[in-house]
């Protein structure tokens, strides 16, 4: 696995390290001793997928409050995305900048998101799938978002939103 940090402390690219021959190639796409090599914590409980039918589809920002806080790893498997974090962390030097990271099935990359980012992503494809790991169980009680337009962050999503959720689309404004 090949780890990259993005600008935002704690969240990282990875591509899979591919070892070809004629059959094609093998690679691990996750490595609980690698991710503990690099600080993170490699405990996934729950796999999620999330199909969406139109381009422009619009997913987030989510996050879990404590003690439901977690760990994403993201990965497109059909389609194309844009996945943007959000750093949410109080303290943190780059508290309220994003990063923006387009995922498609033929480069096999993916998202780490740590705890105390906003999560989100818009499909750029229709028919788009993602397929992500999470470090903890879904609690209704502990789920929360903020507003994917919110001026606080300044966000550029690459295409205008076709579909968005009530909730997403009615989540509460950024307090620092």
């Known amino acids: 696995m ?3 940090p993005t600008k935002l402390a704690g969240a990282f690219i990875i591509d899979v390290k591919k070892l070809t021959d004629h059959r094609g190639f093998f690679g691990r796409s996750w490595c609980e001793k690698e991710a503990a090599e690099h600080g993170l914590s490699a405990r996934m409980v729950q796999s999620n997928i999330s199909l969406n039918h139109r381009k422009g589809t619009l997913r987030g ?3 879990q409050h404590p003690p439901f806080a ?18 949410l962390r109080p303290g943190s030097p780059t508290r309220t900048q994003w990063v923006a990271v ?3 099935p033929a480069s096999h990359r ?21 397929f992500y790991q999470v470090s903890q169980v879904y609690s209704p009680e502990h789920a929360s978002g903020v507003r994917y ?5 300044g966000i550029v999503w690459p295409l205008p ?16």
């Not at 998202?111 to 799938?129: A, K």
């Not at 337009?149 to 962050?153: A, H, I, M, N, V």
């Not at 939103?161 to 620092?176: G, H």
């Open 2 to 4: 090949i780890f990259t």
């Open 149 to 153: 337009d919110d001026p606080s962050f």
């Open 70 to 87: 977690e760990n994403k790893l993201v990965r497109c498997t059909r389609g194309r995305i844009v996945d943007i974090i959000v750093d």
């Open 102 to 104: 387009e995922l498609d």
């Open 110 to 130: 993916m998202l780490y998101v740590p705890e105390g980012f906003g999560h989100g992503f818009q499909t750029l494809e229709d028919d788009s799938e993602v």
């Open 61 to 63: 920002m989510h996050f």
């Open 161 to 176: 939103v076709t579909e968005i959720s009530a909730n997403d689309s009615t989540w509460p404004a950024f307090r620092p």
